[in-house]
């Protein structure tokens, strides 16, 4: 009983029969170098056609399924996440869209954002007058 109620508060509509379970947040990681930003996130057992990665301007939204794996027992307790998760994030400068890459590996989504030539950073050299 504790635990339809820490349902219940958590999440009031599923806990009442929703239709559609709630699209969660993976965790992630982004760094900025001095020429792209670096986004991991993670996605253990997602497969790459069921992830969804837009850009527009300097922001990115990647969407996707985790899928519930098809069982032939009774399942006695379900801790993984499944179902739709989303992730959104507004960077802090343009970002190049030809300099975009992303790969799949080992349950880890890395995308590779070019900045574009106006937001890298440059040296200016000092002259002597």
Known sequence: MGQII???LRDPMGALGSQQPPVWVPPADIEETDDS????????????DDVNIELRDNEVRITGEIKEKERTGVLRRQTRRVGQFEFMLTLPGDIDPDKVEASLHDGV????????????????EVKET
């Open 37 to 48: 930003y670096v986004l991991q996130v993670d996605l253990p057992g997602v497969n790459r």
């Open 6 to 8: 820490n349902n219940f």
């Open 109 to 124: 989504l890395t995308v590779r954002l070019g900045k574009a030539a106006a937001s890298q950073p440059r040296q200016i």
